[in-house]
């Protein structure tokens, strides 16, 4: 199963930026890699979601403010989060999907952002 580790989370004031890694272990190619999120009290949410070959997916509440991205020689994803507001804190999780055998559908431990006003 592969690992996956997230960074760049914190604490930032209203309007700032914020870059989210994750990197996940081993060498297998992953289909599928995105970011979700949960606020506290809600359910786990999509951010974004990005394929192999570069195709993107957002929410609604994600376009425009952020951008995700991949780099497959380091199988790593990245959320670029702009104008950050008190609504977008919340523990941000990443995804990664392998759709061919092995198939896996793992989730890393979370990171906390957090957005005072």
């Known amino acids: 199963q592969v690992q996956l580790v997230e960074s760049g989370g914190g604490l930032v004031q209203a309007g700032a930026s914020l870059k989210l890694s994750c990197a996940a272990s081993?060498?297998?190619?992953?289909?599928?890699m995105g970011w979700y999120r949960q606020a506290q009290g809600k359910q786990r949410e999509l951010i974004a979601t990005v394929t192999s070959d570069g195709n993107t997916n957002y929410a609604e509440s994600a376009k425009g403010r952020f951008t995700i991205s991949r780099d497959n020689a380091k199988n790593t994803v990245y959320l670029q989060m702009n104008s950050l507001q008190p609504e977008d804190t919340a523990v941000y999780y990443c995804?990664?999907?392998?759709?061919?055998?092995?198939?896996?559908?793992?989730w890393g431990q979370g990171i906390l952002v957090t957005v005072s006003s």
């Open positions: 081993g060498s297998l190619s992953i289909n599928v």
């Open positions: 995804n990664a999907v392998r759709l061919f055998l092995p198939r896996f559908n793992a």
